[in-house]
């Protein structure tokens, strides 16, 4: 069986060279993949492989607000810092605090109930509120780190210091990616962010899991041939080059290396033709561009990303993962809270909604999970007068699509949206929530490093059953 | 398992206290009994209880042990604490309430009263009826006294007789004789020797990371002498590139970074890592000058304390070496600056246990280890050490960054005359600008001005040059830290500053360095761990190294977890084998050399890589090397290949690293930034600088192929290759193919791939000899070696 798929894609390889065309290797590659019981991760490391169970979500598109989303002035309100508007907080706070917060300072923005579900939100995200019957809202999260490296780090990896993968790596590794000519876990962001790479590392798992950083919306993926020209010259010293190979593998012994390194200058030869396509949003019509704002100054850059992300997931990337990061920590809001808030807002308002409805037309929200948050909230109480200190105790993130219950709330705050207090959602249990929905039990995804076995949410983590439809 | 009705579990509830709303009780239904112990009864235990209540470390206060079953079964002094289904019977509820009469526990001085979700799993256990799983004997860590005792790796290095072996004929050292002896039991047989040429690009790429020349092929081909491979061997290894290479795969473990940022205008001084290259290119000088191993290890965990050989004020040597601890990743966070200590110290621990010993002591920060004989107590006994000493000379502020403490390599008098100069410098200069103030302004000729300047100018001149500074870690606690000064610290409960338990001496884990260690008495005692980790007779640290170099020889190591030599490592294939390497090794005053040439003059490494499939498919993992394994050449012998091939490689030594992976400088010269992952050198699977790797991943990846085809880097080697082609052989077509050969892949072509070649160069016309370099360059045989 084994020496028989083995030869299958040796003639396959031998007519790919002699006369490429259309025929469509990687599909073939895939499926054979999808038909051994454990495709070699070494040779074939993007090989489609199958979850624990039956998945609700089969991609993930993670949309990061670096720096720290306010809570109680997006999705957390709370009367009784209106009430209570510059009297201190009434109970102690902990120790752990970064500066010193003064009194409470209730939100400058207006909430009210949106859809049929009537779920509360800001007036700052009117577009995403029109979306809310799809929206999970979770008020109850609960992070350990209160700078932005070490409560970034835990939100992408699950680990405060030291280096893990990333959840979009854990989540390659586990699945592999659906098309074999894109990179299976895309990263945009725009900006260098704090900690950079180590958000979207593979750290001990191999490399080949790493997040692919796109920083140029205009120049995604590195060291793709510049011309048709360029194309054509190539394709006639990768025949040399493939021919030269098999002679060079004839007198060895079966060795998969030199087939997956053989078949990954086809692979990459392809990618060539197929990237481009899939990172011009020059195809997209014009009024998909104007529903996510891509004209529009103010919605052109995080409109680009998420129409980018849209374009990616329906080609078969597994994961990708959006910064809304013009600059370094855009949502750090310690002074200046009330004109900065309303502009990170302005800019991904509509391009989110828009990226929501889009997906939902096509159908294909109900097995794309959509995340959206930052490492923590921010206090209730003030930072001078217009400002929030980081705030992991109690915040919000929100789930869409994917197999997630929409126009619901879950967990809580206490009154004054410092604690999280009602079923409390941990980072490592929205990790576990994550992968129980891509299709895994997050205590048997493990990976085995320096004689220990490794996993996503180490040894916490809950499945939030209640958010699941 | 009797499952008693949701509504009982109500009942019972409400019968106890309020604090069971805490627990929700649904949950608690959905949990099997097993489970709830392991999860939340277990830890609570280890954390809170067992400091004094525990049968394996011998404290067992009020005669009870709670880290056994049978220990709170059999109870203390006041009999069982625990009345199986009645919380209200048992005193261990009683006393974890704090109730009026009777034990408050655990008492105010560890730790204080549990928390009120804690309380609430306790008396949930004990409604359940005190499910306990633990039935084994009393542990040590994850072991028991006798497990501990008769693992393999802690016990000492056996001297053993290399075997008897059938087939006389084929061993050329002891090596192939364990190694035949298996073979021989296994009923396999080995490959025969590689061909000469195959040897020596093996050989050369193994040492220097580089190919041989055509030249050093040919004279190798001719050399029928018995001393032919020795030869091969002393010129590698008298070869700088031989340090350059082999400090590569020591840096790997030792989780080295050139830089944390790697663009150089962002680098902030204070934190930035910009003396970490003078700790490389000791590393790169230790190798080259064949440092015994165990100097090499004391240097790197004390070299600080050491006296300088020459007797001088400063060893710069022994403070550099320090650079080791003190190049480590962690959070440069802002505010809990804590945390970024404690990760410190458990970095140092977590790393001198992996590359040396080859033990996972990093996993007793939390709980004493799951698997190895290692407590909590042991670990924060090794902390106690690193709490001691300080790799930041400021923690900083609140909000802003720590500084990196940095240390002249000059004596102080000479750095305190430095400071004089400048100062009287700046005096000078003082001067100038006060004249230039005055109105009028004095003329440039104006004697006052002139005198001055040349007074400057003179001072100038004999200044001192800046003092060069290495990152080394020093004596003596973090300033502004919990610990600033040199003590022994508390345990941390749950590895958390801020919870702390009782306090333990600085001293070695007791299980390997025994109960009667005479006790720290003067300075942090990394002077103390050093001698006992670098000792002949500590029973890890020669076969850890000597397994190291096996698997950077082969592939594979005789264990094939070289971090971890504990339970949940690999057992090794040849534990005699490795056990006569190491016991020699020593024998050897830890010479390395001497061990390289010890290995690769053996028949075993001396194998073919081509066997015929069967004799694969007895061995797909070669675990009992029957063969030779072929190699894919890491991310930094492909690049040094490539420029060496073109004639650009710059094989200078040392110094601050390059910050563009397109200078023709060593790959070891190139920088490796912790902060971007996007480099060359990761695409090609370089180690990871976050933590020790033991081992690097071997992918196959199409962005690797991208590379290789269409970056300017490898289309400009492409080019100077067939530009230096043209130049050594203008005339003749097939003269040049088969020097490329030569150049290349150290053989002459076949005709087949010959016919090849002159298709590519008729095809691509003008460009021709560089489509056929660039296919060359691009080829499984450049970078696979056999």
């Known amino acids: 069986m084994l020496n028989q798929s083995l030869h299958s894609r040796r003639e396959l390889l031998r007519r790919a060279g002699c006369g490429f065309g259309s025929l469509a290797l990687t599909d073939l590659l895939v499926r054979e993949a999808q038909a051994e019981v454990e495709p070699d991760r070494s040779t074939q490391p993007y090989a489609v492989r199958s979850p624990h169970f039956v998945a609700r979500a089969k991609r993930v598109i993670f949309l990061y607000m670096p720096g720290g989303p306010s809570h109680v002035d997006l999705f957390d309100p709370k009367p009784r810092l209106v009430a209570e508007a510059g009297q201190p907080l009434p109970f102690e706070k902990p120790k752990l605090e970064r500066t010193k917060t003064g009194n409470l300072l209730p939100s400058p923005w207006k909430f009210s109930r949106h859809g049929e579900s009537g779920v509360e939100v800001s007036e700052l995200l009117p577009r995403v509120s029109s979306r809310i019957d799809d929206i999970c809202v979770i008020r109850s999260m609960l992070a350990d780190n209160i700078n932005h490296t070490g409560a970034a780090l835990q939100m992408c990896t699950g680990e405060q210091a030291f280096s893990r993968p990333s959840i979009g790596s854990w989540l390659t590794y586990g699945l592999g990616t659906e098309n074999q000519n894109l990179p299976g876990f895309v990263v945009v962001c725009p900006a260098a962010v704090f900690q950079g790479a180590q958000l979207w590392a593979s750290s001990f798992l191999p490399s080949a899991y790493q997040g692919t950083l796109i920083r140029d919306l205009n120049k995604p993926i590195a060291n793709l041939a510049d011309s048709s020209g360029d194309l054509a010259r190539q394709r006639t010293k990768l025949d040399a080059l493939r021919q030269l190979n098999e002679l060079h593998k004839r007198e060895r012994a079966i060795d998969s290396q030199l087939e997956a390194r053989i078949a990954s200058f086809e692979l990459a030869f392809r990618m060539q033709r197929e990237a481009p396509e899939a990172f011009d949003l020059t195809r997209e019509s014009t009024s998909t561009h104007k529903l996510y704002g891509t004209g529009e100054a103010a919605t052109e850059l995080f409109g680009r990303q998420c129409l980018l992300a849209r374009r990616l997931v329906e080609r078969g990337v597994r994961f990708v993962q959006l910064f809304d990061a013009p600059v370094n920590n855009a949502w750090d809001q310690h002074a200046g809270l009330r004109e900065n808030l309303p502009k990170r807002c302005q800019a991904v308002d509509q391009p989110i909604a828009a990226l929501l409805t889009d997906l939902k037309s096509r159908g294909m929200l109900d097995d794309t999970l959509v995340v959206w948050g930052g490492e923590f909230g921010r ?76 996993r996503l949410t180490d040894v916490y983590g809950n499945v939030v059953k209640e958010v699941i439809a | ?349 977590d790393t001198i246990g992996k590359a040396f010993l080859g033990l996972t002591l990093g996993c007793a920060r939390c709980h004493d280890h799951k698997f190895d004989p290692i407590l909590a107590e042991d670990y924060y006994a090794l902390a106690g050490m690193f709490y001691s000493s300080h790799i930041l000379a400021a923690l900083g502020t609140k909000g802003g960054e720590y500084t990196v403490n940095r240390v002249p390599l000059v004596p102080a008098a000479v750095v305190e005359k430095r400071g004089e100069q400048v100062t009287r410098i700046n005096e000078v200069n003082a001067k100038l ?144 084998l490795l056990d006569w390497l190491a016991a020699r090794f020593i024998e050897d005053g830890w010479s390395l050399k001497t061990l390289h040439r010890r290995i690769m003059l053996s028949a075993t490494y001396q194998q073919s890589s081509r066997v015929p499939p069967q004799q694969v498919e007895q061995d797909p993992g070669n675990e009992w090397i029957a063969r030779f394994s072929p190699r894919r050449l890491e991310a930094e012998a492909i690049r040094d290949a490539m420029l060496f091939v073109a004639g650009k490689l710059d094989s200078a030594m040392g110094g601050p690293a390059g910050d563009d992976f397109t200078i023709t400088r060593r790959s070891l010269y190139v920088q490796t930034a912790r902060w971007n992952r996007s480099s060359y050198a990761m695409l090609f699977d370089a180690a990871n600088p976050d933590s020790s790797t033991e081992r690097r991943n071997v992918s196959t990846v199409a962005p690797q192929a991208l590379m290789l085809l269409n970056h300017p880097f490898s289309q400009a080697q492409a080019r100077h290759v067939a530009e230096r082609l043209q130049h050594e052989v203008p005339e003749n077509e097939t003269a040049r193919i088969e020097q490329t050969y030569h150049l290349l892949f150290g053989r002459p072509p076949t005709s087949k791939e010959i016919d090849i070649a002159r298709q590519v160069i008729a095809q691509g016309a003008a460009t021709g000899w560089v489509d056929l370099a660039h296919v060359l360059l691009c080829s499984n045989e450049f970078v696979y070696v056999d």
Not at chain 2, 309 to 325: K, R
């Open chain 1, 379 to 454: 206090t209730p109480t003030a930072e001078g007068n217009n400002g929030r200190e980081h705030h992991p105790f109690g915040f919000t993130m929100w789930m869409a699509g994917g197999g997630v219950r929409g126009g619901m709330v879950h967990g809580a705050t206490d009154e004054y949206g410092w604690h999280a207090q009602d079923n409390i959602v941990h980072v490592h249990d929205l990790h576990a929530t994550i992968l129980h929905l891509m299709g895994f039990d997050h205590e048997r995804l493990t990976y085995r490093h320096s004689g220990r076995d490794y």
């Open chain 2, 433 to 576: 600008a006060e004249l230039d103030k005055q109105t009028p302004k004095p003329s440039d000729d104006d004697p006052r001005r002139v005198q001055l300047i040349a007074q400057r100018d003179q001072l100038q001149e004999a200044l001192l040059p800046e003092p060069p500074l290495a990152m080394a870690v020093q004596e003596g606690g973090t300033a502004g830290g919990l610990f600033p000064k040199i003590q022994d610290v508390p345990i941390h409960i749950r590895g958390s500053y801020a919870r702390l338990g009782p306090v333990v001496p600085r001293r070695l884990p007791r299980r390997f360095a025994g109960d009667d260690q005479p006790p720290i008495t003067s300075g942090s005692g990394r002077r103390e761990l050093a001698d006992w980790v670098a000792s002949s007779d500590n029973p890890l640290t020669a076969r850890v190294i000597v397994n190291r170099i096996w698997q950077w020889h082969f592939g594979d190591g005789l264990v094939r977890t070289p971090n971890n030599f504990g339970k949940l490592g690999m057992a090794p294939t040849h534990p005699k």
């Open chain 2, 1 to 349: 398992m009797i499952r008693r009705s949701t509504l009982d579990r109500r009942g019972a509830a409400v019968s106890i206290a309020i604090v069971l709303f805490v627990y929700a009780p649904l949950t608690a239904a959905a949990e099997d009994d097993a489970e709830f112990f392991e999860k939340q009864i277990r830890p609570l235990l280890v954390d809170r209880c067992e400091i004094c209540h525990s049968a394996a470390k011998g404290k067992t206060n009020g005669g009870l042990a709670l880290d056994t079953r049978e220990g709170w079964r059999k109870g203390g002094d006041s009999g069982s604490p625990i009345t199986p289904g009645q919380p209200e019977a048992s005193l261990l509820i009683q006393a974890v309430q704090y109730g009026d009469d009777g034990p408050q526990m655990p008492p105010q001085e560890k730790g204080g009263k549990l928390s009120e979700k804690e309380i609430a799993a306790l008396i949930e256990w004990v409604r359940r009826g005190a499910p306990d799983t633990r039935t084994a004997a009393a542990k040590i860590g994850g072991m028991t006294a006798d497990e501990a005792r008769d693992w393999w790796s802690f016990q000492s290095v056996q001297s053993v007789e290399p075997p008897v072996v059938q087939d006389a004929s084929w061993p050329k050292n002891e090596i192939d004789r364990f190694v035949l002896a298996e073979l021989e039991e296994r009923k396999l047989s080995h490959a025969s020797p590689a061909d000469r040429r195959i040897w020596i690009r093996r050989a050369t790429f193994d040492l220097t990371g580089l190919p041989p020349t055509p030249e050093h092929v040919a004279a190798f081909m001719s050399d029928s002498s018995t001393e032919a491979f020795e030869r091969v061997l002393d010129r590698l290894l008298d070869s700088t590139a031989y340090g350059q290479r082999w400090a590569r795969h020591w840096l790997d473990v030792a989780r080295y970074a050139d830089y944390h940022d790697a663009n150089p205008k962002a680098r902030q001084a204070s934190c930035e890592l910009t003396e970490a290259w003078r700790y490389r290119d000791w590393v790169v000088d230790a190798f080259n000058d064949d440092l015994p191993f165990d100097q090499f290890i004391e240097h790197q965990i004390a070299g600080d304390l050491l006296p300088s050989p020459t007797g001088d004020e400063v060893y710069p040597a022994g403070l550099i070496a320090t650079t080791f601890l003190t190049n480590g990743v962690w959070d440069r966070g802002d505010a809990d600056k804590e945390k970024i200590v404690s990760d410190m110290v458990d970095d140092n621990i």
